[in-house]
């Protein structure tokens, strides 16, 4: 069993603000202290592993101390030119399809202008095509609605799978669990650890079972686009 014991400060500066806050609320300090302890031991041939919690409870912090977090920035043109990778445009594709970014007009356009399901996306596609072993995503589908996060996590669960790469999802919605099955769970909640994944789901895309099924667990299938 490993562990990590994280101590983050913050010096509070002087300020006139600051001090009417800290006066108000009897803060007698010069700097916010916030300790984070875990204790954890990854599975081996591990694949998949999510850090989830709510805002506030050091998922990033407990992230950077473990893995490296990917950030991307985009320039203006279209975002199939803006990707950063060695592979051939056929390849680029082939992996926007994987992550559920499937709408070739939509690879026309500039990142800037793609909604946030879009955005996110794009970030999977240029992590999974970085040459790097190990993608660690911070805010996962933090800012897109449930049912688009629970696609992305199925399509990128079933792309990693079959990858030689290894996924971290750092989140703060527990619904995606099922849809990532991961292999380990850090919970910052409770700072603590689990592994082992949970039982199966079935690909939503394929549960059709009469002309009156519209959704599959909780997804309307008329609104999927992968």
């Known amino acids: 069993m490993q562990n990590i014991k994280l101590i983050k ?57 473990l893995f490296k977090l990917d950030k991307y920035e985009y320039g203006n043109g279209a975002i199939v030119d803006e990707i950063v990778t060695k592979e051939s445009v056929d390849v680029i594709t082939q992996v926007f399809n994987r992550v559920g970014f499937s709408s070739p007009p939509s690879w026309l356009k500039p990142y800037s202008v793609l909604s946030n399901g ?7 596609a240029q992590s999974v095509l970085n040459d790097k072993k190990q ?17 992305a996590s199925f399509c990128i669960q079933k792309y990693i799978r079959k990858s030689d790469k290894q996924f971290v999802a750092v989140a703060c919605h527990f619904d995606i669990l099922e849809w990532l099955e991961p292999d380990w769970i850090i919970d910052t909640n409770t700072m603590s650890f689990h592994q082992g994944k949970g039982a199966p789901i079935k690909d939503p ?12 667990n909780g997804i309307s299938l008329k609104s999927i686009i992968i």
Do not use: H, Y
Request: hydrophobic letters at 40%; one cysteine or more; a neutral charge.
């Open 9 to 65: 400060k913050s010096k509070i500066p002087n300020t006139f603000k600051t001090q009417f806050v800290k006066n108000k609320f009897d803060i007698d300090k010069e700097e916010i202290v916030e300790t984070f302890e875990l204790e954890f031991d990854f599975p081996k041939d591990w694949k998949i592993g999510v850090i989830v919690g709510n805002s506030g409870t050091g998922k990033s912090t407990i992230a950077k101390e």
């Open 118 to 124: 879009e955005k996110m996306r794009v970030d999977l």
């Open 135 to 151: 993608i660690c995503f911070d805010e996962f589908t933090s800012v897109v609605d449930r049912n688009v996060a629970k696609m």
């Open 205 to 216: 895309l394929l549960i059709l079972k009469s002309e009156n099924v519209s959704k599959a």
